[in-house]
């Protein structure tokens, strides 16, 4: 791929499955994609695409079963030594969708948002720990008064508050936000979203951003890439990928995104797209870059005919 952009993650003919025998179930195949350094780069697709499944290859939490996995340079799948484990570990931290849950109710907010800091010993002392803590506190919008307090008292979007201090206060390079603002009140979404970008702006750490709606992405992703039964569809430039969007199944989901302008509205085409058409066996369908930057998932026959729809185009 040409570009003159930094890859912090490289994921590479990525399969990966559960159970086994009979019962072995394909969750994520062929998923070839890089992301680079700085960017918020967004996974959108359907409940059981695969979306948690990548996002928890990459921590480390799901083991691979063909490919590989490359952070900064090194392969981090398959056995790796438990220092480089140790060390991934604090690079790449999650925020998750359910702050409720992923936040423990019996520890307060104080300790929450140092035990990464306890774990990595990444403070010289008590006072430069509680400042630490008390600057991370107010970078999220948080008073200090409430920093021995227990996460029932806060309400959700103040929470994923917390879990964003948690995240971001081990300085990690790469942050995977799997659905942060989806069990939150639309009314505070916007908030938490101009949060995670600040700190993208002041830390420089790159988002790997799942959801499954692509109006969610659209203001704060840099690319996306489109995801559905284990298998990436297509990965473009945001505002590429929603003007010019090439896979029906990119265009159907795009159908169901409000358009506010009818200009436009009038013009999107209203697919209706049947997987069953494709048949990944004989059609051994690649992740091809059709134009600089954008991916899609097709056969040759496919290939040919979006090639020749985009030189009439004019777009190649
Ligand atoms: N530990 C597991 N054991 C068995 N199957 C699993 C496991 N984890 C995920 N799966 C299956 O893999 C598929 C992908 O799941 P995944 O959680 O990655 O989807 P998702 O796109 O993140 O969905 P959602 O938006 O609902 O979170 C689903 O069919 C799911 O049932």
């Given amino acids: 791929m040409a570009n003159d952009k930094e890859t912090i993650v490289s994921l590479k003919d990525l399969q990966i499955s559960f159970g086994s025998g009979k019962d072995k179930f394909v969750a994520v195949q062929d998923v070839n994609f890089d992301i680079f350094k700085g960017e918020t ?3 959108v697709g359907e409940s059981g695409s695969g979306k948690t499944t990548i996002g928890r290859a990459i921590l480390g939490i799901n083991p691979t079963e063909k490919g590989t ?40 907010v104080d300790y929450i948002i140092s035990e990464g800091l306890y774990n990595y010993g990444l403070f010289d002392s ?13 970078e999220v919008g948080l008073l200090p008064e409430q920093l021995y307090r227990y996460p029932h008292e806060f309400s959700g979007g103040q929470r994923q508050r917390i879990g964003i201090a948690r995240a971001l206060i081990m300085q990690p390079d790469l942050v995977v936000a799997d659905e942060p603002i989806s069990a939150l009140d639309v009314s505070i979404r916007a908030q938490v979203l101009n949060l995670l970008k600040k700190f993208q702006r002041e830390q420089g750490v790159t988002y790997l951003f799942i959801a499954h709606d692509l109006s969610v992405v659209r203001f704060i992703s840099d690319r996306i890439a ?14 590429e990928l929603f003007t ?21 509205a009038r013009t999107r085409k209203s697919y209706v797209y049947d997987p069953s058409m494709h048949h990944y066996e004989t059609d051994k369908p690649k992740f091809v870059e059709i134009k600089p930057g954008h991916f899609v998932y097709c056969n040759e026959e496919e290939q040919a005919r979006y090639t020749k729809e985009l030189k009439e185009q004019g777009q190649i």
């Fill in 244 to 264: 010019n969007p090439i896979h029906p199944y990119t265009e159907a989901l795009l159908s169901a995104v409000p358009v506010p302008d009818p200009q436009i």
């Fill in 226 to 239: 489109v995801i559905r039964a284990g298998r990436i569809l297509e990965l473009a430039p945001t505002e």
């Fill in 69 to 108: 996995i490359t952070f900064e340079g090194e392969q981090i799948n398959g056995k790796i030594s438990e220092k480089k484990k140790h060390s991934i570990e604090r690079k790449i931290q999650m925020i998750f969708q359910d702050p409720s849950a992923s936040l423990n109710d019996r520890a307060t």
């Fill in 126 to 138: 008590e006072e430069d720990r509680v400042k630490k803590v008390r600057t991370m506190l107010e």
């Fill in 41 to 43: 780069f967004s996974l």
